[in-house]
């Protein structure tokens, strides 16, 4: 006769929380959990650094703080420096302008990452006749960065309503909060479209896109020229890349590239091929992917007394 193993309650929860055994009631944590706020780059001055005061002819320190708060990688941002050049100067021509790299948040890293760059100035001699001098410090962060999302959206191969079943899913619009970046799909639009072919329907999606973050979109090609004090052309602004694609299949999108309004915009997407009619009503996934670049500035005000 075999005797029955019983496992008492206190071992199973151990074994819970060794890990040995995965809880079933628990959803385990995804990349897209981390797509969550408005902002990528978050940039400060250091305290001191530079100094609200200092003294004529005098060594000093400017420091910033820079955390990636999105769900990105920053593999090749810059951050610039201005100052008043006849009050002040910096001691290494080099450090003008200073490359970082930044993992954003993760399953491994849920804070993302942060670093501090420090670099070292000097002021100048001030008028003969003044007893100060206001002068203020810029720094500006240019990087690349991504929106991503993923949904599930529904293909009604019946447009029309006349096949007599029940659908797994209806059409909807579907309202969205910021993804863990600057710029945010706002809103999606879904729509099923009569084709050439009476055969087929063409899934289409109206994306909705704006700029949340507390700077400005530019073309991600040119992020270490508006960093580096080069001219940019106002063609060069607000210019976002995207992809979508719904399963395996990449949409035609129009405009692409999107040149961003300030009140933000939307881009137009199309599956051409179009789906057969004889599919029954099904689910699948939807992704949006956005590229571009982001700059910001910041500034301080700082007084240099003889």
């Not at 628990?26 to 650094?49: H, S, W, Y």
């Not at 945010?184 to 072919?197: G, R």
């Not at 979508?244 to 939307?266: I, Y």
Request: proline residues 5%; contains cysteine; charged residues 30%.
């Amino acid at each position: 006769m075999k005797s029955k193993i019983i496992f008492p309650a206190s071992i199973i929860l151990i074994l819970f929380i060794s890990g040995c055994v995965s809880n079933p009631f628990v959803k385990p944590t995804t990349q897209d959990d981390f797509r969550t706020g408005r902002q990528g780059i978050l940039m400060e001055f250091l305290t001191n650094a530079p100094p609200s005061e200092t003294y004529e002819d005098y060594p000093f320190q400017i420091g910033v703080m820079l955390k990636n708060t999105g769900a990105y990688d920053i593999k090749d941002g810059f951050v610039s420096f201005t100052i008043e050049e006849g009050y002040m100067e910096l001691m290494n021509q080099n450090d003008e302008v200073v490359r970082f790299s930044l993992k954003g948040k993760s399953v491994s890293l849920p804070t993302g990452d942060q670093l501090v760059k420090i670099i070292k100035a000097k002021t100048k001699k001030i008028d003969e006749q003044s007893e100060k001098h206001d002068s203020t410090i810029l720094a500006n962060v240019c990087y690349k960065y991504q929106t991503k999302k993923d949904i599930t959206t529904c293909i009604d191969t019946d447009i029309y309503n006349l096949k007599k079943m029940q659908k797994v899913c209806m059409v909807r619009d579907i309202t969205l909060t910021p993804q863990g970046a600057p710029v945010a799909i706002t809103k999606i639009e879904s729509e099923m479209l009569p084709a050439e072919d009476d055969n087929l329907i063409k899934p289409a999606f109206k994306i909705y896109i704006k700029n949340v973050g507390n700077g400005e979109v530019i073309d991600k090609g040119k992020i270490s020229d508006i960093c580096s004090s080069e001219p940019l052309e106002h063609k060069e602004l607000n210019i976002v890349d995207i992809k979508v694609m719904l399963s395996n299949e990449e949409l035609e999108c129009k405009p692409k590239p999107l040149k961003l309004k300030d009140d933000g915009d939307e881009v137009r997407c199309i599956l051409e091929k179009g789906v057969p009619k004889d599919r029954a009503t099904y689910t699948t996934p939807l992704t949006i992917e956005l590229n571009y670049g982001y700059t910001y500035s910041i500034s301080k005000k700082i007084m240099i007394k003889k």
